[in-house]
Nanobody, 113 residues
Framework: QVQVVESGGGLVQPGGSLRLSCTASDSIDIMAWYRQAPGKQRELVASITRVRSANYADAVQGRFTISRDNSKNSVYLQMNNLKPEDTAIYSC??????????WGQGTQVTVSS
């Protein structure tokens, strides 16, 4: 079992920034952030491989940056120019090719004036 712990959510005004962090208890191959807004399906926000190849959803491209520190089994999501439509529960999902996929508990991000 791999433990996944997120932190960094909160309330921010439109145009503001937040940084989410996620740490796994073991070495991980792919690390990703998903989000789910009220009444909507969960969607992939960004993902990054061990060699730091990253992908982004169109809605966040150019505003969000995903990064990782392999020595800490951690992934980060820097979110800039936040919009009200970014409001959601953000969850970290990690994949180990040998152990499977694991979710974090989720952290609330609210963008509101």
């Amino acid at each position: 079992q791999v433990q996944v712990v997120e932190s960094g959510g909160g309330l921010v005004q439109p145009g503001g920034s937040l940084r989410l962090s996620c740490t796994a208890s073991d070495s991980i191959d792919i690390m990703a952030w998903y989000r789910q807004a009220p009444g909507k399906q969960r969607e992939l926000v960004a993902s990054i491989t061990r060699v730091r190849s990253a992908n982004y959803a169109d809605a966040v491209q150019g505003r969000f940056t995903i990064s990782r520190d392999n020595s800490k089994n951690s992934v980060y999501l820097q979110m800039n120019n936040l919009k009200p439509e970014d409001t959601a529960i953000y969850s970290c999902y990690v994949i180990s090719y040998t152990r499977g996929g694991y979710w974090g508990q989720g952290t609330q991000v609210t963008v509101s004036s």
